[in-house]
């Protein structure tokens, strides 16, 4: 049973460990200042190809962007869908642990 308990555990912690190590995208936008403007981007940003989740900080302006393994977004393409959403893109910074 001890045994069993701790492979859980193990599998566990490994598994948090590689879901917090996905490769993201952190954008600081311009003009966020409600749950719409949340809401329009999160929007936009879901739609393109690769992206598995978007999340926003309203306050400090920051978009994270998540994307599936092997995938990339495009600062032009990003850029394009930020100002088209009425906002604009101020930095675009990639977040890849295997590049640590």
């Known amino acids: 049973m001890k045994k069993l308990i701790t492979t859980v555990l193990a599998v566990l ?7 917090a190590a996905e ?3 952190q954008l600081q936008v311009d003009g966020l200042v409600c749950p719409f403007c949340e809401y329009n981007i999160e929007k936009k940003l879901s739609k393109l190809d690769g ?3 978007v999340k926003i900080n309203l306050k ?3 978009v ?11 600062e032009k393409i990003v850029r394009q869908e930020i100002t088209d959403a009425g906002f604009t893109l101020r930095s675009f910074d ?7």
Do not use: I, M, N, Q
Request: proline content about 3%; aromatic content about 12%; hydrophobic content about 40%.
């Open 51 to 53: 992206v598995l989740k």
């Open 23 to 25: 490769t993201h995208y």
């Open 94 to 100: 990639v977040y890849d642990p295997a590049k640590k």
């Open 64 to 74: 994270k962007v998540f994307v599936a393994d092997g995938k990339t977004l495009s």
């Open 60 to 62: 400090e302006g920051v």
């Open 13 to 19: 912690l490994f598994s948090h460990g590689v879901l």
